[in-house]
């Protein structure tokens, strides 16, 4: 499954919830800063705790750069869109 995550860096806390700008944009926010790829990183690791999968299940498809990305996920895709729109339901 692919999605389109917004990453926040440099928050007080790690979590993944919520959506950007109203539409099906995940928020992922994490305490990383955005430099050399840590912010990415740790985005990508925050993933795949939320949709329980293991971290090389997610996987960076484009946005190395930028905070809008998209990353996909490797697994059962009627539990992840399940997990999807529950996370785009709120903040965890």
Known sequence: ???????????????????????STLVVRVTSRAIEGRAT????RALADAFSVAPRSVRLV????????????????????ER???LLGGPA
């Open 1 to 23: 499954m692919r999605l389109t995550i917004r990453v926040r860096p440099g928050a007080s806390a790690t979590a993944v919830g919520g959506s950007y700008g109203g539409g």
């Open 41 to 44: 990183d740790a985005a990508l």
């Open 62 to 81: 484009s946005g190395q750069r930028g905070r809008t990305k998209i990353v996909e996920v490797t697994g059962d895709d009627g539990v992840l869109a």
């Open 84 to 86: 999807l729109s529950h």
